[in-house]
């Protein structure tokens, strides 16, 4: 049976955004399709609405219907996940301040600027999540390479990758956790990076299988 990837952009991109990724992951064999959305424009709901029916449709010819969610789409992915039963999968974020966002918190100083600027998914991104109990894995990708403009609009403590801080990524509850030496927009063009995803999305954890049988501890890539 197909194993699919739903890959979902972030905030002020487009699915074109995920072009190389979606290369890379096909190379590991999964199907994989992109989710096109307005982040700005389209309310949550409609966002949402739209991803559960896709991930419905391919879940008819396939064994799991996994997520790869970048910055806010990281976010959307376990939102979704937390409406309605939904086909068997594993979810990868990819420098998603679940935690919360202290860029966003920064662009909501500009008063009105800020709903036009973070549109419907604003409050998700300045709050994010306290923990995650949802039936899915989650696996954590953080980049540490502080180059982007979140890091000129606020104070972004620790290390980060120019918009989303390390510790915002760290969500109570995640299956795994790593670290890679990119910035926010360099995880979707590392090779790194879709490997690291696409392990994850078939055993659950971000070290080599042999590792895992081995016995060997494992710490974040680095």
């Not at 799991?64 to 409406?83: K, P, R, Y």
């Not at 109570?172 to 879709?194: K, M, Y």
Request: proline fraction near 3%.
């Amino acid at each position: 049976m197909t194993e699919h990837v739903i890959l979902l952009h972030g905030l002020w991109m487009r699915g074109f955004a995920l072009a190389m990724l979606h290369r890379r992951m096909i190379e590991q064999g999964f199907r994989v399709h992109r989710f096109d959305y307005m982040s700005v424009a389209n309310s949550q709901e409609r966002i949402l609405s739209r991803l559960h029916a896709h991930m419905q449709q391919l879940a008819e010819d396939s064994v799991s219907v996994h997520l790869v969610g970048h910055s806010l789409g990281g976010l959307l992915a376990l939102q979704v996940c937390h409406e309605g039963e939904l086909p068997a999968g594993r979810i990868v974020c990819l420098g998603s301040p679940l935690m919360g966002s202290a860029a966003a918190r920064g662009f909501a100083r500009w008063g009105r600027g800020s709903e036009v600027l973070l549109g419907h998914n604003r409050e998700l991104l300045e709050r994010g999540f306290e923990h995650w109990d949802g039936a899915r894995e989650v696996g954590m990708i953080a980049g540490r390479t502080p180059i982007g403009l979140g890091a000129v609009l606020a104070n972004i403590e620790g290390e980060h990758d120019g918009t989303v801080a390390v510790e915002e990524t760290r969500l109570p509850g995640l299956a795994d956790h790593c670290v890679v030496d990119t910035s926010h927009t360099g995880l979707l063009f590392s090779a790194d990076v879709a490997q690291y995803s696409g392990r994850f999305l078939r055993q659950g954890s971000f070290a080599k299988r042999e590792v895992l049988q081995a016995g060997t501890a494992f710490g974040p890539p680095v």
